[in-house]
C-alpha cells in the first residue's frame, strides 16, 4: 500500500509524470527497438506494460474510485513477501540475455 500512495502522489499531478517515474518501461521499448522486436523483447515489453496499466487500473480504483472488493482490499493491507520486490531483477535480465 506504501508504493501505491507514492506512486498516486505522481499519478495526481499529472499522468506524464507518473509515466516518466516508469523508467524501466522506457527501457524496454528501447531495448525491442534494438533487438529488432525479438520474441523475447517483445515478451519484456508486454510485461511492462502490463505492470504499468495495472498501476495506474490500481491507483485509479483505490484512490479515485475509491470502490475496493474485500478481497483486495485484503491483498493490499496484507504484508508482502521480502523476495517479491525482487523477481524483476531475476527475471528481466534473463529476458534480455535470450533476446540478444
Same mark, same amino acid.
Given at each position: 500500500?506504501g508504493m501505491l500512495i507514492r506512486m498516486?502522489?505522481y499519478y =495526481?499531478?499529472s499522468?506524464?509524470?507518473?509515466l516518466?517515474? &516508469?523508467?524501466? @518501461? $522506457?527501457? =524496454?521499448i528501447g531495448?525491442a527497438?534494438l533487438?529488432n522486436f525479438?520474441?523475447?523483447? /517483445? %515478451?519484456?515489453?508486454f510485461? !511492462?506494460?502490463?505492470?504499468v496499466?495495472?498501476k /495506474?487500473?490500481?491507483l485509479? &480504483?483505490? @484512490?479515485? !474510485?475509491?470502490?475496493l472488493?474485500q478481497?483486495l482490499s485484503? %491483498?493490499l493491507?496484507?504484508?508482502?513477501? =521480502?523476495?517479491?520486490p $525482487? %523477481?524483476g531483477?531475476?527475471? $528481466?535480465?534473463?529476458?534480455i /540475455?535470450?533476446?540478444i
Amino acid at each position: 500500500m506504501g508504493m501505491l500512495i507514492r506512486m498516486n502522489k505522481y499519478y =495526481s499531478k499529472s499522468i506524464f509524470l507518473f509515466l516518466i517515474m &516508469q523508467p524501466t @518501461f $522506457y527501457f =524496454s521499448i528501447g531495448f525491442a527497438m534494438l533487438t529488432n522486436f525479438n520474441i523475447y523483447a /517483445i %515478451i519484456l515489453l508486454f510485461l !511492462k506494460t502490463v505492470d504499468v496499466a495495472t498501476k /495506474i487500473l490500481l491507483l485509479e &480504483q483505490v @484512490f479515485k !474510485k475509491r470502490e475496493l472488493t474485500q478481497e483486495l482490499s485484503l %491483498i493490499l493491507l496484507a504484508p508482502i513477501n =521480502s523476495f517479491l520486490p $525482487y %523477481i524483476g531483477l531475476l527475471l $528481466y535480465p534473463v529476458l534480455i /540475455i535470450l533476446a540478444i
